[in-house]
């Protein structure tokens, strides 16, 4: 069975600062995605970042970045020049495969102070 | 449509009554996912359907649960004899195949008094 660890309950961060929220797993799998979502309280759920297992460079999206270790099965997400909007919770998820549940990670909220 | 949407966005209901909650997903998409979110808390999986697969029931808490999904679109979630403890949000999510992003609706946040 695939699972998703996410050890951080709670993470925050000052305005203008960088941030990583951790996350780990677990699958049998070689070659999978994995995906950073953000939920902030209006509760709609948003992609953030996916990371293709067979791709070694690192996703990036704007200041959003991946540190992801296939072997160490880690995959951190990096927010650089924290803004107030990017306070939310963040989940780490591994996708399915063979009819498996998208599993997600307990999440992280993360507060921004101005 | 656009997105994935849910429906009703808040149902308030008496303890003891069903409730059902309407997800339709984005037109062409095979997976379609519900979970359940507790004040603050993590998504609990509930059920995942794919294409014209037995749907996934593993997540389901208790047989007061059911899903379906009609003709591979519109899911319903149906609640039996509601309990306080049944109160949360409840996501619905869909995606073109399993191993692709998954789309988010909004929600229904369910209270039950």
């Known amino acids: 069975a695939q699972t998703v660890t996410q050890s951080q309950p709670e993470m925050s961060v000052q305005e203008a600062e960088t941030v990583t929220l951790s996350c780990t797993y677990d699958t049998s799998e070689s070659d999978y995605y994995l995906f950073w979502y953000k939920q902030p309280p209006s509760r709609q759920m948003i992609l953030v970042i996916r990371q293709e297992a067979y791709k070694q460079q690192n996703a990036t999206e704007n200041r959003f970045s991946v540190n992801f270790q296939k072997a160490a099965k880690s995959f951190s997400l990096k927010i650089s020049d924290s803004q107030l909007g990017d306070a939310a919770m963040y989940f780490c998820t591994l996708p399915p495969r063979d009819n498996n549940d998208m599993r997600f990670g307990a999440g992280t909220r993360l507060t921004v102070k101005p | 449509g656009a997105g994935v949407s849910q429906s009703p966005s808040n149902k308030v209901t008496e303890k003891g009554k069903d409730v059902e909650l309407r997800c339709d997903p984005i037109?062409?998409?095979?997976?379609l996912y519900w979970y359940r979110q507790s004040l603050g808390q993590g998504l609990e999986f509930l059920i995942y359907f794919q294409g014209n697969s037995a749907p996934d029931k593993s997540g389901l808490p208790s047989d007061r649960f059911s899903a379906e999904r009609t003709g591979g679109s519109v899911s319903t979630l149906t609640i039996q004899r509601t309990q306080q403890e049944d109160s949360a949000v409840y996501l619905c999510a869909s995606s073109p195949w399993g191993q692709t992003e998954a789309f988010f609706g909004q929600g229904t946040r369910l209270t039950v008094v």
């Open positions: 037109s062409g998409h095979t997976a």
